[in-house]
């Protein structure tokens, strides 16, 4: 895929401010009387986060998502696109499905197939959230090797370029163009 050079690239305060709003803005949706939130991001190593065809995959997502959850539960939908990358919140009734239901749902989206693992889908509710460990899951797989992905990141293991390039890989391969 053919990367702009006039693409914005952010800087570390902007990514760690916006993840700030970000929490800010969980903990109000989370405000309503029960009700569940999935917070969805992408994951997308590098200093560029916003591209046209991210949010065409945040779109992707949260179409995926609000399709496996059960008719009636969807309280309300948000998306933004941010410099810092396309985030998206879906606010779910507790009537129709618990903390743990729900994250079983998103991990089966973000290990459905290749594009689903650039999701990043975080289910929260008023006392915290639903991680992988808590349903006995293992940690995400890194997208070159397989390894777990918080250590190929955190040795930097691959290049960001090389992270880049698979993104875009999975990108045309689910058909998606820009």
Same mark, same amino acid.
């Given at each position: 895929m053919e990367r702009s050079s006039d693409e914005r690239r952010i800087t570390l305060s902007e990514l760690l401010d916006s993840r700030e709003k970000r929490a800010m803005h969980q903990q109000e949706l989370l405000k309503r009387d029960n009700s569940l939130l999935v917070s969805v991001t992408l994951n997308i190593p590098g200093p560029v986060k916003d591209r046209p065809i991210y949010r065409k995959?945040? +779109?992707?997502?949260?179409?995926?998502?609000?399709?496996?959850?059960?008719?009636?539960?969807?309280? *309300?939908?948000?998306?933004? #696109? %941010?410099?810092? !990358?396309?985030?998206?919140?879906?606010?779910?009734?507790?009537? #129709?499905?618990?903390?743990?239901?729900?994250?079983?749902?998103?991990?089966?989206?973000?290990?459905?197939? $290749? %594009? !689903?693992? %650039?999701? +990043?889908? +975080?289910?929260?509710?008023?006392? =915290? =959230?639903? /991680?992988?460990? $808590?349903?006995?899951?293992?940690?995400?797989? /890194?997208?070159? /090797? =397989?390894?777990?992905?918080?250590? *190929?990141?955190?040795s930097q293991k691959h290049s960001v370029e090389e992270l880049i390039d698979r993104i875009d890989q999975i990108i045309r391969a689910a058909g998606i163009e820009e």
């Amino acid at each position: 895929m053919e990367r702009s050079s006039d693409e914005r690239r952010i800087t570390l305060s902007e990514l760690l401010d916006s993840r700030e709003k970000r929490a800010m803005h969980q903990q109000e949706l989370l405000k309503r009387d029960n009700s569940l939130l999935v917070s969805v991001t992408l994951n997308i190593p590098g200093p560029v986060k916003d591209r046209p065809i991210y949010r065409k995959v945040m +779109d992707i997502a949260l179409e995926r998502l609000i399709s496996s959850l059960p008719e009636g539960s969807v309280l *309300c939908e948000e998306q933004m #696109f %941010l410099s810092t !990358g396309p985030e998206g919140y879906v606010l779910v009734s507790q009537k #129709f499905l618990s903390s743990e239901a729900l994250k079983r749902i998103t991990v089966k989206l973000e290990e459905a197939d $290749d %594009l !689903g693992r %650039l999701f +990043d889908m +975080d289910v929260l509710n008023k006392d =915290g =959230g639903v /991680c992988r460990a $808590d349903l006995g899951r293992s940690g995400r797989k /890194c997208l070159i /090797c =397989g390894d777990n992905a918080k250590i *190929c990141a955190r040795s930097q293991k691959h290049s960001v370029e090389e992270l880049i390039d698979r993104i875009d890989q999975i990108i045309r391969a689910a058909g998606i163009e820009e």
